[in-house]
């Protein structure tokens, strides 16, 4: 008797794909924010994150089998392509240092907006007034997050001189949100598919890696991380939300294409945010419930559009 397989098609596989990926990417902050109020640099942690993540991706390969040779040309578009997502990811952690982890994982959760501005203006996917609705419900959800009595009193002591300045926080959040969009749809645009997923996966964590050292350089904040506490969350950090997260992009993207895998990123923030509220006890505002909720509505409101 044959088994059923798991997935009935390629667009459920890459459901799922895009499903764990959103997810693990939510528990950045489980693993990041202990290193980084320990007293470990944000430009630091990100070495370690891509680094090791590196360093964990180059067995893998090895005895699968696979060659880490590519063109001039699809080197290049993955050097491009690893700049907005390392972008993203400096932008995303630097937002921490000014607002609570479910704040910023919430604002940055903009980008699935963005990703459809992006590819209707840009790629000629069919324009539905939905949109046009979701962007004013997103817009309106961010308010009632920039207004939540939470932010203040949510800060880790120690953040830094500007951990007052809110609104900067929310500038570097939504940067990070746009930054990540055209990362998921350059993954689509830049025509990689040919390359194997895991290859891509090392090259991007691999530049990533590069630019993130050459930023703690150049910032004077590369340090040692030397716990064994820390080094075992540096690990996590780069296993669950760097190898994981990024490879199960790739193939999501590859499955289901930017505009769907943006969209159930929803397990982001709600990740996220289930982290932050019972880990590391911030506030649940009732300003902050409605952002969420207003939030996830525009999105659904794209998710489920009627057929035309």
């Known amino acids: ?16 794909y895009a499903i764990f990926s959103a997810a693990t990417f939510g528990l950045i902050p489980l693993f990041s924010l202990p290193i980084i109020h320990g007293g470990i640099s944000t430009e630091t942690t990100l070495v370690y994150r891509f680094g090791v ?19 001039l040309a699809d080197l290049l578009k993955l050097a491009g392509v690893s700049t907005l997502y390392m972008l993203a990811v400096l932008l995303f952690f630097s937002a921490f240092t000014h607002l609570p982890s479910s704040i ?44 939540s009595p939470g932010i203040e ?19 570097l959040a939504l940067v990070s949100g746009l930054c990540n969009a055209l990362y998921i749809v350059s993954l689509k645009v830049a025509r990689l598919s040919h390359i194997n997923s895991l290859v891509m996966t090392f090259y991007v964590m691999g530049f990533g890696g590069l630019y993130s050292f050459i930023n703690a350089l150049f910032n004077v904040t590369l340090q040692w991380i030397t ?41 982001e923030p709600l990740t996220a945010v289930t982290c932050g509220i019972l880990v590391f006890g911030e506030p649940l505002s009732i300003q902050l419930v409605l952002g969420i909720i207003i939030i996830s509505i525009a999105v659904f409101m794209v998710l489920f559009k009627p057929a035309s």
């Open 104 to 147: 910023v994982a919430t604002l940055q959760y903009l980008y699935p907006v963005m990703v459809m501005l992006i590819m209707i203006g840009l790629f000629g996917e069919k324009f539905n007034w939905r949109i046009v609705l979701a962007v004013g419900l997103s817009v309106t959800g961010v308010a009632f997050l920039s207004q």
């Open 53 to 71: 993540a590196t360093l964990i991706l180059l067995p893998i390969i090895y005895f699968s089998g696979h060659s880490l040779y590519v063109k």
């Open 153 to 171: 009193e949510s800060i880790e002591p120690g953040a830094g001189a500007d951990a007052g300045n809110h609104f900067f926080g929310i500038i």
């Open 1 to 16: 008797m044959s088994k059923r397989p798991l997935f009935k098609n390629k667009q459920s596989l890459g459901l799922f």
């Open 227 to 267: 716990t064994p506490a820390e080094l075992g969350l540096a690990f996590m950090l780069a296993l669950v939300t760097a190898v994981l997260s990024n490879l199960t992009l790739i193939l999501a993207v590859q499955h289901v294409g930017p505009t769907m895998v943006s969209i159930l990123g929803v397990m």
